[in-house]
């Protein structure tokens, strides 16, 4: 029997909604599998802003120090999306906790359920068996290099920043992982234009004696965008720096149908942080329609990477599986054959993932 505890910061907007799903989905496991877990929950982005003016109090940054893996929701809202000049802002926390826990690397599992191939607008016979494996760095480049404003305001610049020992962690994971599927490894940078991007690369080469069994493709950046869309199956393990990576994730979204059917881990060298790659989604906010199965799908990769529990993991892949092979669907994945009574609500779909755990 595993005893662990697991914080839940469900953040704004849907992450409220779909991390209670995520939680409920959890509890059926630890009560199928004998095991215990106790929850706790925190405050982060507008929430956090609002009830204590900072976007990460100490508090939460405490709890998260204090637990075992984290189930996240998102941040964000429209508020600040319409005033660039507002200096606290709900990413600011986001960013803080990648830093203060050391979560350098952004595992996002790109896998299709033959039932979704209709949902994606990429044809089916381009994607059947598509399954792709993203290493995002998250704790540099632009993101959290040097940025200020001059001239009165009227410039502004951002630093894309990467340091070797950076670059060589993330790689490490990513051929590590390579070894475990295909034995491929795609590389994105932009070394055609960009310094950091040439740093990006002779790490990689460097790296790639120690792996004889993996072979190394390098992309730039704008052939790899080109190529997901044209030919996703050529794809396997990927690694990229925090910008391309945010980009080329986003983009990937399209091949599962919705970002409401993406989970990602953020991990590093403690407390791992699991989370849908889906954002706040205010339009659709206390509506009670959230696909809640990127939160699922996360709680699933919880129990895999943090916990070591990859039957209990398997267990709600499989329930997902099930589920939509029924038919029943959120309206981001259902499609105008889809009868009405087979979309469902979040609470609803939740409903339907319970009784097949």
């Known amino acids: 029997m595993a005893k662990k505890h697991i914080l839940i910061v469900p953040g704004d907007g849907i992450g409220q909604e779909v991390t209670t799903v995520g939680k409920q989905v959890l509890d059926r496991i630890a009560e199928k599998f004998g095991h215990e877990f106790t929850y706790d929950e925190a405050l982060i982005g507008h929430v956090a802003i609002e009830a204590t003016g900072d976007p990460l109090p100490e508090e939460t940054l405490v709890k998260m120090r204090a637990s075992d893996a984290i189930l ?55 994607l059947k068996g598509c399954d792709i494996l993203f290493f995002r760095e998250l704790t540099g480049d632009v993101y959290f290099g040097k940025r200020e404003r001059l001239d009165d305001g009227n410039t502004a610049y951002d630093t894309m920043i990467y340091s070797k020992y950076e670059v060589e962690r993330i790689a490490r994971k990513a051929f590590e992982a390579a070894r475990t599927r295909s034995k491929k490894l795609m590389s994105v940078d932009k070394a055609n234009v960009l310094e950091s991007s040439r740093l990006w690369r002779e790490v990689i080469q460097k790296l790639a004696p120690e792996y004889p069994d993996v072979e190394v493709e390098h992309q730039f950046i704008d052939a790899a965008a080109m190529l997901l869309i044209k030919d996703p199956r050529r794809f396997d393990v990927v690694v990229t720096g925090n910008l391309f990576g945010d980009i080329l994730t986003d983009e990937a979204s399209q091949i599962a149908g919705s970002m409401g059917m993406l989970a990602s881990a953020s991990v590093g060298d403690s407390t791992g942080v699991y989370e849908p790659i889906h954002g706040s989604a205010h339009d659709i906010t206390g509506k009670g329609v959230a696909n809640p199965l990127a939160s699922v799908l996360s709680a699933a990769l919880l129990l895999d990477i943090s916990f070591g529990l ?24 259902a499609n105008s054959e889809t009868p009405a009574d087979k979309i469902l609500g979040t609470d609803a779909m939740g409903a339907e993932l319970l009784k097949n755990l």
């Not at 960013?95 to 790109?110: D, S």
């Not at 997902?320 to 029924?326: G, I, M």
């Open 72 to 126: 996240f929701g998102a941040v964000g809202h429209p508020k600040y999306d319409n005033d660039p000049s507002a200096k606290v802002r709900p990413e600011q926390g986001l960013l803080r906790m990648r830093k203060e826990l050391g979560l350098y690397a952004n595992l996002r599992p790109i896998k299709l359920f033959d039932e979704l191939l209709e949902a994606s607008s990429i044809k089916p016979e381009i």
């Open 310 to 333: 990859k039957a209990e993991s398997e267990a709600i892949i499989a329930a997902v599986d099930a589920v939509l092979k029924a038919g029943f669907r959120t309206r981001d994945i």
